[in-house]
């Protein structure tokens, strides 16, 4: 069996082969409970057809015990270097339809360290790794680690120019916000990495703490952790492959760690090439995936062809068929289809791109510098296309169309759409026109978070903080708006928007498109959702404390509660949401030395987890405040129970509104018109009154009215229908 023609490789293979040195690439360890073969054993494996190259025999040990070694399983292989081998007994491998003997069969060996009851059958070339328990390689061409191997890591070997270094251009094509990826690394770490591009010494610190453990000998083995099955796959360079990993078909794999364990497998599957990047576990990419300088989170899947290049993907996501360039995309992200494509983007989460969606093109830049910032719930519809510069406030849905001017929607829960250059915006649409959607999502992401241990924490809620933040920021819009373009209206531009009997009226806000403005439609309706949504959150929050009884609003509890801080401003740091000014102290504390590693990152991330019930109930307090004109302390009994039957009254209307956009789908005549009867159409789709989710709803509804009804003072039960 020839080795591979590559000058450096060899000369490199005959360095180690120095006996004096083997000790300096095998951790001492490597030969405890060792011995090297005795003639006996030589002569079996040489009459097996095996070879030693370069007097390798002097260096082949075995397992130093009774019935550990059995040298019959070793069949046809090459051996050079030094070669360890942990037990190997008779036994088989099964995996899935795969059922092979354990032992090293018709392979070429070079310094590696196998461990226990291993099958190595068909490999053309392993050199240089470790290898643990009863692992399974079969039918592979090139198994290497080179001298300079990082495994994904942005982090440089002694001797190493700067310009081998590892940056994936995250968010700007230019690199201008680029960032080193480093194995644990996280959408909030990268996050926070590209934000902050004005504070030197911050970045200055993040790069040392990438580099921080890093001792840059070039003594690095590959790495296959227990229980790993790589089969059919061509080439694996520079690759550290953690336990359960299941490998198969793949192209190409190069300079990557894959994250794995028992309770979160990852998979590569057939036609894969990745390069130059950190995969999570329990995620999966198969079907001529390809990806290159990336960042891959926790359960996560790249298939059908999808490119995922200079690109951070968060934890839960999904891509198929389409392109990924230069982005920092937070979790629960779909994106489907031969058409779509992505590039130079910060989509914070929960999103989902049509077909032919086009987010970032470069129609108004002599330089691709531009940038596309979505809050979470990005939904851009069929062949929308837009350009950068361009910002949305959370869960905007966009109508199809080429959006050709930069936008600036501040408006939640909006939709948009454009015709010709004239933009119109309907904001809080979602809770008019599909509050189905909008009330699952509190399920349906959860269900979805096969993560083995949910760290870092995910908000999924539509209703939560940087929501809040937004609709609070889009009430005082509409009333500045309103003020300004009604004024011979003599009422408060709150009051005009509070009046459901006021005549319907638009607005125009010139700042939400570049040059030609936009329209904005029911702007009232808008404003009085946007006033629901925020009462719901501040009294959901104040009903599921734990210390709240039937008498808990007693003013001393709710002057304790106000003196908790009330942030107003609020950051998604990938996925999670933490008050601007903790992150800002959090930062600070890196630049002085208070925090010296990612673990300390971390850390940080899992304590402002604990601390968020405090810091939403205190945004509660704010919300209170600001929707009434006093604190919660200050009520009297009758304030009290006027707002826990606006409480309730709202919260059925979700229930409604949610049960009316669902029903649409049932009593649609366009919708109908495909099934030759109703009895056709229940065994497609069930039934209206199957739809579990809404008996959920229901069901929470009902026993949330009932919680308000105790703690407020008022009636919280539903009367019969």
Not at 294 to 317: I, M
Not at 378 to 385: D, I, Q, R, V
Not at 523 to 538: C, D, I, K, V
Not at 561 to 573: F, H, L, M, Q, S
Request: glycine share 8%; with cysteine; proline share 4%.
């Amino acid at each position: 069996m020839s080795r591979p023609a590559n000058d450096d490789a060899v000369s490199f293979a005959e360095e180690r082969h120095d006996n004096s040195e083997f000790t300096y690439f095998f951790p001492e360890d490597s030969f405890e409970n060792r011995r090297k073969a005795t003639a006996e054993e030589l002569e079996i494996l040489l009459r097996n057809g095996n070879r030693f190259l370069n007097g390798s025999e002097n260096t082949f040990w075995v397992p130093d015990g009774q019935n550990l070694f059995y040298p019959e399983r070793i069949v046809g292989c090459e051996f050079s270097g030094t070669v360890i081998l942990g037990q190997l007994t008779p036994g088989r491998l099964c995996f899935h339809d795969l059922n092979l003997e354990t032992g090293l069969y018709f392979s070429y060996l070079e310094n590696c360290r196998i461990g226990d009851n291993c099958v190595i059958r068909n490999v053309r070339y392993l050199s240089n790794y470790s290898i643990g328990n009863y692992v399974i390689l079969f039918n592979i061409e090139e198994m290497s680690c080179t001298p300079h191997s990082k495994f994904g890591n942005g982090i440089l070997k002694e001797g190493e120019p700067e310009s081998a270094r590892i940056w994936i251009d995250v968010r700007n094509e230019n690199g201008g916000r680029a960032v080193l990826p480093f194995e644990g690394m996280v959408t909030g770490d990268a996050w926070l990495w590209s934000r902050f591009r004005d504070d030197r010494p911050l970045m200055d610190r993040f790069f040392e703490m990438t580099e921080k453990n890093n001792d840059g000998k070039q003594n690095v083995f590959g790495i296959l952790e227990d229980r790993i099955v790589i089969k059919n796959t061509r080439l694996i360079k520079d690759v550290k492959v953690m336990s359960g990993a299941y490998i198969k078909g793949a192209l190409k794999l190069k300079n990557m760690t894959v994250c794995s364990s028992p309770e979160e497998p990852s998979q590569i599957g057939e036609g894969v090439e990745m390069v130059n990047g950190i995969m999570g576990a329990g995620s999966k990419v198969f079907y001529q995936a390809v990806a290159v300088r990336f960042v891959l989170g926790r359960n996560c899947q790249l298939k059908y062809g999808a490119r995922l290049l200079h690109s951070v993907l968060g934890d839960n996501s999904t891509v198929s068929c389409c392109e990924l360039l230069n982005n920092l995309i937070f979790p629960f992200h779909e994106q489907h289809h031969n058409t779509s494509f992505l590039i130079a983007a910060e989509i914070r989460g929960q999103s989902n791109l049509a077909a032919g969606a086009t987010a970032g093109s470069n129609h108004n830049s002599r330089s691709p510098d531009g940038e596309l910032i979505a809050g979470r719930g990005f939904w851009p519809g069929l062949s929308t296309a837009f350009t950068h510069n361009s910002r949305f406030a959370s869960f905007c849905l966009a109508a199809r169309g080429s959006y050709l001017h930069p936008l600036d929607i501040v408006y939640p829960f909006s939709l948009i759409s454009i015709n010709g250059n004239e933009l119109s915006i309907t904001p809080a649409f979602w809770f008019t026109f599909n509050m189905y959607a909008v009330a699952r999502n509190r399920t349906k992401f959860g269900l979805r978070d096969r993560r083995a241990v949910r760290k870092p924490y995910i908000e999924t809620d539509p209703i939560a903080p940087d929501t809040v933040a937004e609709m609070t920021a889009a009430m005082r819009r509409l009333e500045q708006l309103t003020g300004e373009q009604n004024p011979d209206d003599s009422r408060p531009a709150a009051a005009l928007l509070a009046d459901e009997t006021a005549e319907p009226f638009v607005l125009t806000d010139t700042q939400a498109q570049k040059r030609y403005g936009a329209t904005v439609i029911h702007p009232g309706r808008a404003w009085r959702e946007y006033r629901r949504q925020l009462l719901l959150f501040a009294v959901r929050t104040v009903i599921e404390r734990k210390e709240v009884a039937t008498d808990s609003l007693r003013a001393e509890i709710c002057a304790e509660w106000e003196k908790k801080p009330r942030y107003t401003e609020w950051e998604n740091v990938g996925g999670q949401l933490i008050p601007s000014a903790k992150v800002k102290a959090m930062t600070e504390a890196v630049k002085k030395g208070g925090i010296t590693d990612w673990e300390g990152v971390h850390r940080f991330y899992e304590k402002s987890e604990a601390e968020y019930p405090d810091e939403k109930l205190g945004l509660a307090m704010e919300v209170i405040r600001f929707l009434y004109g006093k604190p919660l302390s200050q009520w009297d009994d009758g304030e009290k129970l006027r707002t826990g039957k606006e409480a309730a009254a709202a919260a059925e209307a979700v229930y409604e509104a949610a049960a009316e956009s669902r029903k649409k789908d049932y009593s649609d005549r366009f919708r109908r018109m495909v099934y030759g009867n109703s009895a056709e159409q229940a065994a497609v789709l069930k039934t209206f009154e199957e739809d579990t989710f809404l008996k959920q709803l229901r069901r929470e509804t009902d026993e949330l009215c009932e919680r308000i009804g105790s703690v407020f003072g008022c009636p919280g039960k539903r009367e019969p229908q």
